[in-house]
């Protein structure tokens, strides 16, 4: 026993160093990286470094695509497997209990809170060097392109403003790429990077939409002006040049409208209204990196390869996961017009306190495929995952309808793809936490209360107070409320004695229900199981972060493999590696090609292999619920009466009181004023005006020093 403990106590201390020792070399390689995005536009780079490094890489294998790949390929995707490493043995630690350092505080303390959303100062700090980055990259490539701008003029015979006016045409493109670069790291779920530097790909979807903006304003830029150098020097029929060995302006021009699709229909009120046009017209970005590779060449668009290369994986193994039907055991319809929709998983599958699934049923749109919060706790509910649906669009309706019909379908087809979410959680390090919530908004915080009744009854730690602040339109959906304590009857759960409080709001009706109205109960609707569901099941087994290292690693020596032979014995004969002999569009046809065969190979291999793995997980299961669902059926009622009380008497034993405030708002800046606790985590979740305010409080008094906020938002 003392063995043990000694053990663990020494991993305890060399976990942290080791992840420490990993985190520092990847920021060590990526400022590096940096420093070549700087030094790239400068004469510095193209007399004296590039000479240098083309001399020492001169190989016939690769071309001048070699080292472009080593400066800028190559970084990237080790500090991804570097990822992957940090994040795996970051699953090996207990829950973090270390006090939040007040002197960090000021990094995560919201700086603006309107117009760009809720932005911290780190992120601030961060996108203002990104955009110093973008106009030094602009500014000193136009200082490089306007001293050979006379000689140019000359040479083409064109007067002098017009050179410039070219060359400002194609720095704009040239600093586009620079941001395509890094558009595609917020929206790979299953990103290494974004956790390893304590982002989610839900918070970061901002970064994206930022980055994005400013990517499609200079293409759109570049396009124009090259469309106005044309015609102001004759030149119009270039736009219908496809260049084999330059730049091929049709596949720009393609690449061009595909982007300003994806751009319009991102618009928040067309995107609001018109979901479902902006869902179709983002899969334009596969035309338009076709296209926008086949527009500048495979050699300069390898610059922005590593983040669509991440991308590429994760989604593949997105598309993977997708092909199978989830087992749906049942469903819970509540009086608010919400539904909670509980699958069946594997114990493997584990996740953190407000992760998000995507969920699509084919039997309502086969295209759809919508976000929805995890309420349930992998660790207090090893078998059951679970999302709660509220209606409030054309297809939540739908969903709704076919469930709490009063003949409802005995099989619901469902595919799942996730959960995605936080790699760790700094709940146990407040000394309280106050849950703000509107309409729906409640959903992740569900989850988190589940994960604190496992600390509490199953780890026997100690757990912070909670002060939870629900605001709703309708007393129906109080309900809601009812679904914080899972349904079980596990002693240890129901005896956990959480310190919680609840002060819910109602703020559209003057007093509490009459009595003598008849109430709606929570009813559940359970679903044939089938052989060919399949309960949900981690994608790449328990040590997925491992998986994704090797397919990461071994996807990309299978690429350079293949791409040297095709080099060698193709290309090198006829380009002598000129780079202006052989066919650019055949060369970076080929490339792509080479690409997505070995991340088909590579991620394949490793799904099939864990799949196997899981199916055996999931014959246990599946022989387990069947029997469960014939005692349930043979009781001559899907859901009795004693079931309906097991299920609202918890909350009810739980929470230090429940206090119900009807026909009012709550004074945020009064109640979170007065918390006097040291440490106190402030979350907020629900519409935007309501998290900027909560975040205004937190960020604008001198006596919110010990409020710590934190935005949670799901608005895709």
Known sequence: MKNKTMASSSSTVAIPAVRGAILLLAVVIFLGNIMMWIIMPTDTYYNDWLLHILAATNSTFFGIQGPIMLDFTFPILFIAILGCLYLHLGNKLQPNFTPRNKKLRFATKPMIVKGLGIVTLTELALFTLFIALCVWYFADYIRHWFKQALQRSIDKDEKLWQTKLDRVGIVTGVTGNLCLTFVFYPVTRSSSILPMLGLTYESSIKYHVWIGNLAMLLFTAHGFLYI?????????????????????????????????????????????????????????????????????????????????????????????????????????????????????????????????????????????????????????????????????GNWTKKLYDVVSSPSPVDRLQVFVEGPYGPSTTHFLRNDMLVLISGGSGITPFISIIRELIFIKSTLKCKTPKILIIPIFKNSSNLSILDLIIPNSTTPSINSHNLD?????????????????????????????????????????????????????????????????????????????????????????????????????????????????????????????????????????????????????????????????????????????????????????????????????????????????????????
């Open 228 to 392: 106005l150098y044309w015609i102001i020097t004759d030149q119009l029929s270039q736009m219908l040049q496809w260049g084999d060995h330059y730049v091929s302006n049709i596949a720009g021009e393609i690449c061009l409208v595909c982007g300003l699709c994806l751009w319009i229909t991102s618009y928040p009120k067309l995107r609001r209204k018109l979901f479902e046009l902006f869902l179709y017209t983002h899969y334009l970005y596969i035309p338009f990196i076709i296209f926008f590779v086949l527009h500048i060449g495979i050699g300069f668009a390898t610059i922005m390869l590593p983040s669509f290369y991440l991308f590429l994986i994760d989604r593949y193994l997105r598309f993977l996961q997708s092909r199978d039907n989830v087992r749906l055991v049942s469903a819970r319809v509540l009086p608010c017009r919400t539904v909670e929709l509980n699958f069946s998983k594997t114990p493997g599958l584990s996740y953190n306190p407000t992760s998000t699934i995507f969920v699509n049923v084919p039997t309502i749109s086969k295209m759809q495929w919508h976000p929805f919060t995890v309420t349930s706790s992998s660790n207090l509910e090893p078998q059951v995952l679970s999302v709660v649906i509220k209606c409030e």
């Open 500 to 716: 919680l409080q609840i002060e819910a709001y109602i703020t559209r009706e003057i007093g509490h229900p009459a009595e003598d109205k008849p109430q709606t109960l929570i009813r559940t609707v359970w679903f044939k199981p089938d052989s060919s569901d399949k309960p949900v099941s981690p994608t790449l087994g328990p040590n997925s972060w491992l998986w994704l290292a090797a397919i990461i690693s071994s996807s990309f020596i299978i690429f350079l493999i293949l791409l040297g032979i095709f080099n060698q014995y193709v290309v090198y004969p006829i380009d002598r590696n000129t780079n202006k002999l052989y066919s650019f569009t055949k060369k970076g046809s080929m490339n792509m090609l080479l690409v997505c065969f070995s991340i088909v190979v590579t991620a394949s291999g490793a799904f099939i292999w864990n799949k196997k793995q899981n199916a055996k997980e999931a014959k246990r299961i599946q022989g387990v619920e069947e029997s469960a669902t014939s005692r349930s059926s043979s009781s001559g009622s899907s859901y009795g009466q004693e079931d309906i009380e097991m299920e609202s008497v918890p909350l009810q034993s739980t929470a230090k009181s429940i206090n119900v405030h009807y026909a009012q708002r709550p004074d945020l800046k009064r109640i979170l004023l007065e918390v006097k606790e040291s440490n106190v985590g402030v979350l907020a979740s629900g519409p935007k005006k309501m998290r900027e305010d909560v975040a205004e409080i937190c960020s604008s008094s001198v006596h919110a020093e010990n409020l710590h906020f934190e935005s949670i938002s799901f608005t895709w």
